[in-house]
């Protein structure tokens, strides 16, 4: 069974561009959560889609976005990007069962975002 | 919102022995998941174990088992004969079921515990 693929692995962007991460769940689930891990803050949540509607979303600007397509593939983007936007992006996606049980998340790779 | 704290950064011990992680959270919902993950230098976040607020019986995966002391909002992990292969960053994190209304804010994650595993 596939796992939770992220790409690109590594990206270099310069500041004020803007930047589309992707991430393939595990097949048969159907939500999609992102979150940002940097040295000083930790691992923080960034938003959280199911079947194609953000469910969720964690206090970060509206320069991050994000979609969910119908395969349940999962895009985020970033515009105007600044030095501190540079991070690890973590994408997982989980089972979620009857009455909104979830099952555990089961992460991706990461994208190692570096913004210069 | 809720909180989740790792009070110690950094752990060591010997290989076979055992090792107990820290871990306290803060909520006002009485259902709720708490997970331990694991993430190596690889940086792949690996789910160590899972347990569900509304059931007593502590988890259980092999050699990793943990305390859940729910009045106390204690979440401990507990790792038995440690391995060379244990060694990684441990985060202990959070999330609401949602059902009490509140929304559910994807995980929260503590600080992390660094354990090292000693040859």
């Known amino acids: 069974k596939a796992g939770v693929t992220q790409t690109p692995r590594y990206l270099i962007k310069t500041r004020g561009q803007q930047v589309t991460l992707s991430c393939s769940p595990i097949?048969?689930?159907?939500?999609v959560s992102w979150y940002q891990q940097t040295p000083g803050q930790g691992l923080q949540f960034l938003f959280e889609y199911f079947s194609e509607t953000q469910r969720n979303k964690g206090n970060f600007p509206g320069r991050f976005s994000g979609r969910q397509f119908s395969n349940s593939r999962s895009e985020m983007n970033v515009s105007t990007l600044e030095l501190g936007d540079s991070a690890l992006y973590l994408c997982?996606?989980?089972?979620?069962?009857?009455?909104?049980?979830?099952?555990?998340?089961?992460f991706g790779s990461g994208t190692r975002l570096t913004v210069v | 919102a809720q909180t989740v704290t790792q009070s110690q950064p950094e752990m060591s011990v010997q290989e076979a022995e055992t090792v107990t992680l820290s871990c306290t959270y803060d909520?006002?919902?009485?259902?709720?998941?708490l997970f331990w993950y694991k993430q190596p230098p690889s940086r792949q976040m690996i789910l160590v174990i899972r347990?569900?607020?509304?059931?007593?019986q502590n988890a259980t995966e092999n050699r990793f088992s943990v305390n859940f002391q729910k009045a106390a909002k204690s979440f401990s992990l507990k790792i038995s004969d440690s391995q060379l292969g244990d060694a990684a960053m441990y985060f202990c994190a959070y999330r609401s079921t949602g059902l009490s209304g509140g929304g559910a804010d994807g995980l929260t994650f503590g600080k992390g515990t660094h354990l090292i595993i000693q040859p």
């Open positions: 347990q569900e607020a509304y059931k007593q």
């Open positions: 097949s048969g689930h159907r939500s």
């Open positions: 909520t006002s919902e009485s259902d709720y998941y």
């Open positions: 997982a996606s989980s089972l979620v069962g009857a009455r909104g049980r979830n099952y555990g998340y089961t």
